[in-house]
């Protein structure tokens, strides 16, 4: 998972996102507030309209119905604005009479402005569909009253939203418009800004991953000076100081190392010694086999740390040479296993009839890896008391099997037991870097040691080395 990706999503959501949503707001905002204005501003002059008729057939001074009602037709008719706005003389019955348009040959109107001026007596508006022909009209009904007294009809101002609406529509749009464009130019500078951020984080995780694989002493090259170079600048002096710990560390592992090999030699030498001659007591012989076996430990521990020095330091090579990898293993396998024996431990040795070519390879090495292995079946699968050795030709791969048939290893913690000084839940004793030694063997041999839960229960331990070199 590439977490450089996710701070980058994150960035855009939470900047760009957020930018985008106040914009889109103000988008509907502006485009409401201007259909508001427009809207609002085509009923008013229309009401105003309304309000100047009602005004100018107050002062009709007439006592004659019929010429007061002609009068209001003949207003209609004449109506210089008919061009943009149509005005209508509705009857008190809600029948329309006449239209500057001409003859209305339609029904009449049904909106509500019109019963409510004839019913209150005042400027009534409407805005809305027109429920006979469903255009979207803005209508403003204005009564006219004969001496004060009776309502004749009503004069009604009518126009058309389609051309509103459709400004309104190219405002939003433009809006949009110059949305996307703003917010084109912040994703432009927003994703220049975080690559400048992410490239060189992205550097820097790549060198402190390396570091954690363990090129320690390794310095991240910078050329920011902020928080960016700060981090690079604090990794720099971690990794200096890791490999200054690390190098007293191989020090003093190496020189204790060489230090106990001399005294466990003098130890090693008088105890065997002492057990070959007959002058110790059932007692005492029995505490010299448990010096010389403890003994002959702790030299093995010594040898482990003193090849982990070796390796850590890049001294640890191979004496390679032409040999029989089959006889090696066998051997090895029958060596161990009367060992192996003596703790009530069963060793099977799988023979087969695979051909197996001599390899070139360092035979001793290649020993110790076969003893470290058959010596870690013993102590954490010895439960079982059985463990299974084998030996195959695979393509061109030699493959060595050993499966213990004890309690396993726990599945977190298959992917750590190769690593230095990792011991796991383990409680069986040791250093924890046996394994690491001989990974690196194997390695050098350009081959693979894989450990896995077998079937069944118990470890499984598979060694694939190549033919040739």
């Avoid at 949503?21 to 103000?26: H, N, W």
């Avoid at 209150?120 to 007294?149: C, K």
């Avoid at 560390?249 to 008088?270: D, K």
């Amino acid at each position: 998972m590439k977490r450089v990706g996710g701070l980058r999503r994150r960035w855009l959501i939470n900047t760009v996102g957020v930018i985008c949503a106040l914009g889109l707001v103000c988008v509907i905002v502006v485009t409401m507030v201007f259909s508001a204005y427009y809207h609002n501003g085509m009923t008013s002059d229309l009401r105003y309209r309304a309000t100047t008729t009602s005004a100018f057939f107050e002062e009709y001074l007439t006592s004659d119905y019929k010429e007061y009602y002609q009068a209001c037709l003949d207003y209609v008719k004449g109506f210089e604005h008919k061009n943009t706005i149509e005005l209508q003389f509705i009857d008190a019955n809600g029948t329309i009479v006449v239209s500057s348009y001409g003859n209305w040959p339609g029904e009449s109107p049904t909106t509500p402005d019109i019963q409510r001026a004839i019913e209150n007596v005042s400027i009534e508006s409407f805005e809305g569909r027109d429920p006979n022909t469903n255009e979207r009209i803005i209508a403003v009904s204005s009564p006219v009253v004969f001496n004060d007294e009776q309502v004749i009809g009503v004069m009604r101002y009518v126009t058309s939203t389609q051309l509103l609406d459709r400004q309104i529509l190219t405002i939003g749009l433009s809006a949009m418009c110059a949305l996307l464009i703003i917010m084109a130019i912040v994703l432009f500078s927003s994703n220049y800004y975080i690559r400048t951020i992410l490239s060189p984080l992205n550097a820097i995780i790549k060198k402190a991953k390396r570091i954690t694989s363990g090129s320690y002493g390794m310095q991240i090259q910078t050329k920011f000076d902020d928080e960016i170079g700060e981090l690079a600048q604090t990794i720099n002096e971690m990794s200096a100081q890791i490999s200054q710990n690390e190098r007293i560390q191989r020090e003093f592992i190496s020189s204790l190392s060489h230090e106990l090999r001399t005294p466990l030699t003098a130890i090693a030498g008088w105890s065997e010694t002492l057990l070959a001659g007959d002058t110790l007591d059932p007692e005492a012989e029995r505490g010299m086999k448990i010096i010389s076996r403890e003994t002959k430990r702790l030299t093995e521990m010594v040898v482990e740390l003193l090849d982990f020095t070796r390796i850590q330091d890049g001294r640890f090579t191979l004496n390679i040479q032409q040999a029989d990898i089959r006889s090696e293993f066998e051997d090895t396998v029958y060596m161990y296993s009367s060992r192996l024996t003596q703790d009530g431990i069963q060793l099977d040795y799988l023979d087969n009839d695979d051909d197996i070519p001599e390899i070139s390879c360092d035979p001793e090495r290649l020993r110790q890896v076969f003893l470290n292995i058959l010596d870690n079946a013993a102590k954490h699968g010895g439960a079982g008391e059985r463990i299974e050795a084998s030996i195959h030709l695979e393509k061109d791969n030699v493959v060595i099997r050993i499966r213990d048939y004890g309690p396993g290893i726990p599945e977190d913690e298959i992917p750590l037991v190769k690593k230095k000084f990792y011991k796991g839940s383990s409680r069986a004793r040791g250093t924890g870097i046996g394994l690491a030694v001989c990974d690196e063997i194997v390695e050098l041999h350009r081959g693979t040691l894989t450990l896995e839960n077998a079937e069944g229960g118990g470890t499984l331990v598979t060694i694939s080395l190549p033919v040739t070199l």
